[in-house]
C-alpha cells in the first residue's frame, strides 16, 4: 500500500504548509486532524524498514519502524496533540508553523535509518524550533534564541563530521549500535550530548527554555532532548561512562533549582535532572534500565509538559512568573493548581502517578548491576526532585505568602490540555501494563510491590517533612530576584570579556603598527622625491605631464609598429 | 480587601490541620518499616528507617548547600543585561578598521 510509505514527518511538514494559507477555525481543525491521523497511520505500521534509496553510493533509510523508535513515535504524537491544544487560542502564524514543523522534525530524527537523515532533522529541529523562542518577542528572547541556534547548529556539525568519520570507517551509513571505541563514536556522542544537556554543555536549555513563548515552552520540552535521549539508547546502550554522566546530571540541576526564581527556568533545571535518570538508564543497559529509560522518557514528556503548561498558564494569566512575585493564585485558579499539582506528584513518582513506574526501573537496574554509589545519588536526586520540582513550584506558585493577585483559570483549551496530560499521567501510573506493553523488552517488571511503594512513599513524605521543618525554621531560602550564575557565564561574561581587551589590544596594536608603516614609507617616498626635485624623471615628484604625454605617444607607436609586423 | 472571600487557607486552622495530618501519615510510615517485610536489595536498606532519613537528612543537605551557593553564585536580576565594563571603556581605535 503508497500509504505505508509515507514518513510521518511528511504528514506534519505538509500540514505546516497548509496553515500557512489558512485562518481562523479551518487552521485549528488542520492542527488537529495532523497529529491524530498521523498517529492512527502510525498505529497500522509493521516493524520494519518502510522507506530507502540510494544517495550517492549511500542507502539512506528515512523511515524505520521498530520497538525504541516506535515508542518515541507515539510520545511525540501525543505531545504534538496536547501541545496543538494548549495553544489554540494563539493568533500567531510564526508559532504555529514553527510548532508543526518542530513536531515533524522530531518524528523525522526518530524514524531516521541512517546517519545522514538523522543529521538532516537533527538541524532541522534547531532551525524550527528557534521561533518558538524568537515569537517571545523580546530583546532577551532574542539574544537567548541565538546562543540556543548557535549551540544546536555546533552539535549538528559536529554530528556531521562524525558521521563522515563513520562513514569513511564503515563504508555505510546506518545508524545502529556505535560505541566509543573509535574517532566517529566520539564525535557522535559528544553531537548527541550537547542536545541531551550533558553537565558543563546543559546550559542552552536553562538559558533558552524559560524566555521561549508560553506555548513555545511545551513544544520544547517535549522533543529536543527526548531526540538525544533516544540517539543515545540507539547508538550508545551500555556504556558505563553514561552512568557517570547522568548521575551527575540528576544530581547537579536540583542545587540551581533550589534557589532559581523563575519557576521555568526550574523546571528547565529539572528537566535535565529527569533526563539524566534516562541517560543512567541508557549506560546500564540491561534490558530493565533501558525499559526504564524509555518509559521515562515516555512519561516525562507527558509530566514535565504537564508542568510547563501550569506555569505557562500562571504565565499567561498573571504576566509574572518569578517565585518572588506569585503566591496564593489556589483561590482564584483552583483547576491549574489541581493540574499542577497532578503533574508534581507524577515526576516526583508518587505510587499511582506515572513517575514511579518508569523511574523505578531505572533504580531497580542500578540496585542490580551493583552500581551502589550511583543508586545512592539516583535516591538523592528523586528526593531533591520531590523538594524542587514537587513541592517548590506548586508551593511558591500556588500557595506561600498572598501576592494580592486575582488572576482567574487560564482559557478552556489550556485547560484542556493540562487536563488530558493529567489524565494520562494518573492513567499509566495506575495501569503501567499498558506502557509496558509497548517497551523493547519483556522484563515482566512489577512496580508495586511493597518494598518499592514504602521505600518511595517515605522518602517522598520526609524529603516533604524537611521542606516543612526548614520552612517553619526560616531557613529555606526565600525566592529572591536574582540571576544565578552557572557554567553558561563562561561563555556570556567570562570569554567575552577576556577576548574583547585582548581584540581591542591587538586592532590598536596593528593600527599602530599600520601607522607607523605607513608613516616610514610616506618619509622615504618624500626622501627620494626630494632628492629627485629638478630631475624630470621617474622618481621626481615634479615629474613633467610633458613627459608621460611622450611615453603614452612611444607607446602607441609600438602598438602600431607590431601590428604590421605581421 | 475587608469584604473579600475567605479562602481555605486563609484560616490558620487549617494549615495546622492539613500539618497534623502529614505528621500522621509520617509517623504511620515508619511504623510499617516493622510490619511490612521488605525484601532488601542492598545492606543499608536494612537500617532503622534508611529511607525516612536519608530522604530527610539528603533534603536538608540540598538546601544547605543550595543556600551557601547563593553567597557566591547570587547576581543581580539582570547581571546579563548590563553591559561589561569593557564595553564602557571601549576608546577609538579598539575595533578593526581597514585602510
Known amino acids: ?566 | 480587601m475587608k469584604n473579600e472571600k475567605q479562602y481555605l487557607f486563609d484560616d490558620p486552622k487549617n494549615i495546622k490541620r492539613l500539618l497534623n495530618i502529614f505528621y500522621l501519615c509520617c509517623a504511620v510510615l515508619v511504623v510499617l518499616d516493622f510490619v511490612i517485610h521488605r525484601h532488601i536489595g542492598h545492606d543499608w536498606e536494612n537500617l532503622w528507617a534508611f529511607y525516612p532519613i536519608y530522604g530527610f537528612v539528603g533534603c536538608v543537605v540540598l538546601v544547605v548547600i543550595a543556600s551557601w551557593m547563593r553567597t557566591f553564585l547570587m547576581r543581580a536580576e539582570d547581571y546579563y543585561d548590563k553591559p561589561t565594563s569593557t564595553d564602557i571603556g571601549n576608546k577609538k581605535g579598539d575595533e578593526h578598521v581597514d585602510d
Open chain 1, 1 to 566: 500500500m503508497w500509504m505505508t510509505e509515507i514518513p510521518p514527518f511528511v504528514a506534519f511538514f505538509i500540514g505546516a504548509l497548509i496553515l500557512l494559507f489558512t485562518r481562523g477555525m479551518l487552521r485549528s481543525a488542520i492542527m488537529l486532524a495532523i497529529p491524530i491521523i498521523s498517529a492512527l497511520h502510525l498505529m497500522m505500521m509493521p516493524e520494519g524498514i518502510h522507506l530507502q534509496f540510494t544517495f550517492l553510493d549511500y542507502q539512506l533509510t528515512p523511515y524505520r519502524v521498530d520497538k525504541l523508535s516506535i515508542m518515541f513515535g507515539y510520545v511525540f504524537h501525543i505531545a504534538a496533540l496536547i501541545g496543538i491544544i494548549y495553544s489554540l487560542h494563539l493568533r500567531d502564524t510564526m508559532q504555529q508553523v514553527s510548532a508543526m514543523l518542530y513536531a515533524g522534525s522530531a518524528l523525522g530524527a526518530v524514524f531516521a535509518g541512517d546517519l545522514l537523515t538523522l543529521f538532516i532533522f537533527w538541524e532541522l529541529l534547531a532551525f524550527t524550533s528557534v521561533f518558538l523562542i524568537w515569537a517571545r518577542r523580546t530583546e532577551r528572547s532574542y539574544h537567548a534564541g541565538m546562543r540556543y541556534l548557535i549551540i544546536q547548529v555546533l552539535s549538528g556539525v559536529i554530528l556531521l563530521a562524525g558521521a563522515l568519520f563513520y562513514a569513511a570507517e564503515h563504508g555505510n551509513l546506518e545508524f545502529g549500535y556505535i560505541g566509543l571505541d573509535s574517532m566517529a563514536g566520539w564525535l557522535i556522542f559528544i553531537a548527541f550530548g550537547i542536545k541531551c544537556a550533558f553537565p558543563i554543555a546543559h546550559n542552552w536549555l536553562t538559558d533558552a527554555y524559560p524566555e521561549a513563548t508560553v506555548t513555545g515552552t511545551v513544544f520544547l520540552s517535549a522533543f529536543t532532548t527526548k531526540v538525544a535521549v533516544y540517539a543515545l539508547a540507539r547508538a550508545y546502550p551500555g556504556t558505563e561512562l553514561l552512568v557517570y554522566i547522568g548521575a551527575a546530571m540528576t544530581c547537579f540541576p536540583i542545587f540551581f533549582a533550589v534557589i532559581e526564581n523563575d519557576l521555568r527556568r526550574v523546571l528547565a533545571y529539572s528537566l535535565i535532572n529527569q533526563v539524566g535518570f534516562m541517560v543512567v538508564g541508557i549506560g546500564i543497559g540491561t534490558a530493565l534500565a533501558i525499559n526504564g529509560a524509555v518509559s521515562h522518557a515516555f512519561n516525562d514528556v507527558i509530566f514535565k509538559g504537564l508542568l510547563f503548561m501550569s506555569m505557562g498558564a500562571v504565565l499567561h494569566m498573571t504576566g509574572k512568573i518569578n517565585g518572588s512575585d506569585l503566591g496564593g493564585l489556589y483561590k482564584t485558579m483552583p483547576k491549574t493548581t489541581i493540574l499542577c499539582i497532578v503533574g508534581a506528584a507524577s515526576i516526583s513518582a508518587f505510587p499511582l502517578f506515572s513517575g514511579f513506574v518508569s523511574k523505578s526501573m531505572v533504580m531497580s537496574a542500578a540496585l542490580e548491576e551493583g552500581y551502589d554509589w550511583i543508586w545512592l545519588m539516583l535516591l538523592f536526586a528523586s528526593a531533591g526532585v520531590f523538594h524542587h520540582a514537587g513541592i517548590k513550584i506548586p508551593y511558591f506558585a500556588f500557595f506561600a505568602h498572598d501576592s494580592g493577585i486575582r488572576a482567574n483559570d487560564p482559557p478552556n483549551n489550556m485547560l484542556l490540555a493540562m487536563g488530558i496530560s493529567a489524565a494520562l499521567c494518573i492513567a499509566i501510573g495506575i495501569y503501567p501494563q499498558a506502557l509496558y506493553s509497548l517497551l523493547p523488552y519483556d522484563t515482566g517488571y512489577n512496580p508495586y510491590d511493597a518494598t518499592h511503594v514504602l521505600a518511595q512513599t517515605q522518602l517522598l513524605f520526609f524529603s516533604a517533612l524537611a521542606f516543612v521543618w526548614l520552612n517553619l525554621k526560616g531557613f529555606y531560602p526565600p525566592e529572591l530576584r536574582s540571576t544565578n550564575l552557572d557554567f553558561d557565564w563562561l561563555y556570556r561574561r567570562a570569554v567575552p570579556s577576556v577576548l574583547q581587551p585582548m581584540f581591542s589590544a591587538i586592532w590598536r596594536l596593528d593600527r599602530g603598527l599600520r601607522d607607523v608603516f605607513k608613516l616610514r614609507l610616506y618619509t622615504y617616498l618624500r626622501y627620494f622625491s626630494g632628492r629627485n626635485d629638478r630631475l624630470s624623471l621617474l622618481l621626481s615628484q615634479n615629474y613633467p605631464s610633458g613627459s608621460m604625454a611622450m611615453w603614452v605617444a612611444v607607446v602607441l607607436a609600438m602598438y602600431l609598429f607590431l601590428s604590421f609586423i605581421q
